[in-house]
């Protein structure tokens, strides 16, 4: 080995070993090249390089210039500048035309700069840069999605639409979402209203009668009081007298009418980061439709508990949920009629939004409060203003309704378990034997106890669940 071959490579911090070698560094750097046959150069990309031989060489070729180009600076330096990515090789020979070596010049892209810059902005994640022809490979692990988006988006201001992502996510990206639906519906009714009737007026055979709010008198066989003889009269009073030849009647309705209804969906559904879920517990209503050349085809509407969602796990545990999920049902009495066919309507509560939780918490992402008030009194004119007597000529209606929906969604990371620590609805219930059927006349059988079903089947479920309104 020549002593100005040593003194450059202690300036580089490089030690020489014996054989065929070829070492590389900045592009301010020396390098030696040995004798050989067969070494690799790694050039980057619109960057040069400067290589010297302890061997002089007298002919200099490279078998594309378009990937790189080289010229000589003395019998022992070259310089070499990299122009496009690629492979070529580059000859040296001395004097009598013997080879020196082939030098593989490998040109890629330059991501010095890119690892300073990744470092410095994901610090702590471990991402490997290679680079593939005019592009650049990431790989290894990082903690979350968008930390990979982050170094994805980097990767692209160096090598536009040229960036291979081989990365992986470490830690729980599985998200299983639970929604629950809670709804509450109260309405309540009351009438009050009179009818009058008066038969044999004057001893003209028929009757007069005056009624309201639907309630009819009318006359039944001679010498029989008035009675009613049609109308929904539940809740109603007849009372009836008789004058000389004259019969009158006097019907007094009163109804009060009070319902209440609760609705009750919990849909669950688990999804991988970043992937979308679907969900959908009912079914398919099925539709007319005209068509342009005169005929019908039928569409089908999906109808029932619906749920929609993309998770996408975010840094510390942080949960970002693109949701829409409705409970919808079918509703026959706002239905219509066309081309002779029934057609019923839907009655619908759905939400979509965008949110952001932590593992384990909850949003209540929709709510309505809706008090509908109706009250209505009909009378007969001038005969209702009468002061006492009135009130036989008129008749009031109340309504009111009142209706509250809760909407709340509940995130947690989960990882799968194992099989048998999991219990079904049906495991609970166990087919009787022939003599526990016909003599004892059980219906199902105990679980066996010890077993994970056993444990669910301990379970108090009695009480009230769901939201109650007061």
């Known amino acids: 080995m020549k002593i100005a071959g040593l003194i450059k490579a202690a300036l580089v911090g490089a030690v020489m070993v014996s054989g065929p070698v070829l070492t590389t560094a900045n592009a301010e750097t020396l390098q030696v090249v040995r004798n050989g046959t067969a070494r690799n150069l790694s050039v980057p990309m619109n960057r040069a390089i400067v290589v010297e031989s302890d061997t002089p060489f007298a002919e200099l070729s490279i078998a594309n210039p378009a990937i790189a180009d080289f010229s000589t600076l003395s019998d022992r330096t070259i310089y070499i500048l990299g122009k496009s990515p690629g492979r070529t090789t580059l000859t040296l020979l001395d004097e009598t035309g013997r080879l ?21 902005i994901l610090p702590g994640e471990r991402i490997e840069v290679r680079t593939a022809n005019d592009g650049i490979v990431l790989s ?92 929904n009269n539940a809740g109603a009073a007849l009372i009836g007298f008789d004058i ?4 009158i009647g006097i019907l007094l309705q009163a109804l009060e009418t009070k319902g209440l209804v609760r609705t009750l969906a919990e849909p669950n559904l688990t999804a991988l980061s970043g992937q979308e879920a679907e969900f959908l517990a009912g079914g398919e209503y099925p539709v007319p439709v005209a068509q342009d050349n005169d005929t019908t085809s039928i569409e089908f509407k999906p109808f029932g508990i619906q749920l929609l969602f993309t998770p996408r796990v975010l840094d510390d545990d942080v949960i970002n949920l693109e949701l829409g999920t409705s409970v919808s049902s079918l509703d026959p009495g706002n239905g219509i009629v066309a081309d002779g066919f029934q ?9 979509k939004t965008t949110i952001a939780l932590r593992d384990g918490q909850s949003f209540a992402i929709a709510g309505l409060l809706q008090d509908d008030f109706r009250d209505n009194n009909n009378q007969v004119p001038w005969l209702g203003d009468i002061p006492v007597l009135g009130s036989l000529f008129r008749s009031a209606d109340y309504q009111r309704s009142q209706s509250e929906l809760v909407i709340i969604v509940s995130a947690h990371l989960v990882s799968p378990t194992r099989g048998e620590a999991l219990a079904l609805p049906t495991d609970r219930v166990k087919l009787p034997s022939e003599a526990d059927l016909f003599w004892n006349g059980r219906v199902a059988r105990d679980v066996e106890p010890g077993s994970a079903t056993g444990e669910v089947a301990k379970q108090d479920f009695s009480g009230s669940y769901g939201y109650v309104m007061d």
């Open 244 to 247: 000389g030849s004259t019969q």
């Open 100 to 120: 020196i070596t082939n030098v593989e010049v490998h040109v890629a892209a330059d991501v010095a700069e890119f690892k300073e810059r990744l470092q410095q």
């Open 343 to 351: 057609i019923d309507a839907f009655r619908t509560r759905q939400a």
């Open 140 to 231: 290894g692990t990082v903690s979350s999605i968008t930390r990979m988006d982050r170094a994805l988006d980097l990767a692209q201001r160096y090598a536009p639409e040229r960036v291979s992502n081989l990365m992986s996510v470490s830690g729980q990206q599985q998200v299983m979402l639970k929604v629950r639906f809670a709804e509450m519906q109260r309405s309540v009714s009351k009438q009050l209203s009179t009818s009058l009737a008066i038969d044999g007026l004057g001893g003209v055979s028929g009757g007069l009668g005056v009624g309201i709010a639907g309630a009819n008198l009318g006359s039944a066989a001679a010498g029989s009081q008035p009675a009613v003889i049609s109308g």
